[in-house]
């Protein structure tokens, strides 16, 4: 069965509507969904949900920290309906914004005036985040590619800024408490030594946490094989999922990757 469960759309930083992304994903077979758009549910309040020949797992990919990393946590088969999820929303989207505003002070000090409005034009939706300012920082020509207004001004490094987010427990909290279950999204993004990445990981699983992406886009098969592994060893639940923003990009088409190693045990076995 082609399973996705984390992609996103135009609610957040995709670039399709909720539809599109769904009929992109019928047409790649895939038979089991969940769109996981950065701290926001709306895409799910916008489908029409009667035409839809394809089962849709309600899921969200809330952004947090872990020392001093950013980190992504997926919500997957979240009840949208529930107190829990509806207060992780509002508490994401008010940190969006102050972020958004403390990115903005920050690259004026680098010389950037009023990005902030560009980035919210850009954002159009509501949820803004560092693609719209690092889309607006290549309008301005500030920079020569979107990879380049990361690397100057918007990576961990150089102009991140994490701290407003909700904790990790407390973002692992209201997934539990929504009914969902709580996924570590793509733990090879992070760039963590294995020692800390292990570390993490115990911090996760202790806070409520109960599954990781083994496989997260497109990898090399040394890299799915050695986070089964992991996987394994931390007794996690195993997701997989391409990441998706837009037809474009080079990561991975939606669905288009291959199955979970055998010895996984898969998330969707218990939704
Ligand atoms: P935010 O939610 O504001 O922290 O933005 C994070 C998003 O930025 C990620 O989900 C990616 O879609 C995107 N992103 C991160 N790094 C890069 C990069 N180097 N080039 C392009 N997009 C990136
Ligand atoms: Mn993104
Ligand atoms: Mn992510
Ligand atoms: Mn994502």
């Given at each position: 069965m082609h399973i996705d469960l984390h992609t996103h759309t135009?609610?957040?930083?995709?670039?399709?509507?909720p539809d599109e992304l769904i009929q992109r994903a019928v047409s790649n077979g895939v038979e089991m969904l969940s769109i996981t758009d950065h701290d926001t549910v709306a895409a799910y309040q916008q489908l029409?949900?009667?035409?839809?020949s394809i089962r849709l797992i309600p899921g969200i990919e809330f952004s947090t920290f872990w020392n001093k990393t950013g980190i992504h946590i997926i919500g997957l088969?979240?009840?949208?309906?529930s107190t829990a999820l509806k207060e992780a929303v509002t508490y994401q989207h008010q940190a969006r914004h102050v972020r958004a505003a403390a990115i903005a002070e920050r690259l004026e000090k680098l010389g950037v005036k009023d990005a902030l409005t560009g980035a919210q034009l850009i954002a159009?939706?509501?949820?803004?985040?560092r693609p719209h300012f690092a889309q607006h920082l290549f309008n301005i020509g500030a920079v020569t590619s979107i990879n380049q207004a990361f690397e100057k001004f918007l990576d961990a490094k150089s102009g991140d800024i994490k701290k407003y987010w909700a904790t990790l427990p407390r973002i692992i909290s209201w997934i539990r408490d929504a009914g969902g279950i709580a996924v570590l999204a793509?733990?090879?993004?992070?760039?963590?030594t294995r020692t800390r990445l292990t570390t993490m990981l115990d911090d996760f699983i202790e806070a409520g946490g109960h599954g990781m992406e083994?496989?997260?886009?497109?990898?090399?098969a040394q890299q799915t094989k050695d986070l089964a592994k992991l996987c394994q060893q931390k007794n996690l639940l195993a997701s997989c999922g391409s990441?998706?923003?837009?037809?474009?990009?080079?990561w991975s088409d939606v669905g288009k990757y291959p199955p979970l190693p055998k010895d996984c045990k898969p998330v969707w076995e218990y939704f």
């Amino acid at each position: 069965m082609h399973i996705d469960l984390h992609t996103h759309t135009n609610f957040s930083d995709g670039k399709l509507s909720p539809d599109e992304l769904i009929q992109r994903a019928v047409s790649n077979g895939v038979e089991m969904l969940s769109i996981t758009d950065h701290d926001t549910v709306a895409a799910y309040q916008q489908l029409n949900k009667e035409n839809i020949s394809i089962r849709l797992i309600p899921g969200i990919e809330f952004s947090t920290f872990w020392n001093k990393t950013g980190i992504h946590i997926i919500g997957l088969n979240v009840d949208l309906d529930s107190t829990a999820l509806k207060e992780a929303v509002t508490y994401q989207h008010q940190a969006r914004h102050v972020r958004a505003a403390a990115i903005a002070e920050r690259l004026e000090k680098l010389g950037v005036k009023d990005a902030l409005t560009g980035a919210q034009l850009i954002a159009g939706n509501d949820n803004i985040g560092r693609p719209h300012f690092a889309q607006h920082l290549f309008n301005i020509g500030a920079v020569t590619s979107i990879n380049q207004a990361f690397e100057k001004f918007l990576d961990a490094k150089s102009g991140d800024i994490k701290k407003y987010w909700a904790t990790l427990p407390r973002i692992i909290s209201w997934i539990r408490d929504a009914g969902g279950i709580a996924v570590l999204a793509h733990p090879l993004k992070y760039k963590l030594t294995r020692t800390r990445l292990t570390t993490m990981l115990d911090d996760f699983i202790e806070a409520g946490g109960h599954g990781m992406e083994v496989i997260s886009g497109r990898q090399l098969a040394q890299q799915t094989k050695d986070l089964a592994k992991l996987c394994q060893q931390k007794n996690l639940l195993a997701s997989c999922g391409s990441d998706f923003h837009q037809p474009d990009q080079q990561w991975s088409d939606v669905g288009k990757y291959p199955p979970l190693p055998k010895d996984c045990k898969p998330v969707w076995e218990y939704f």
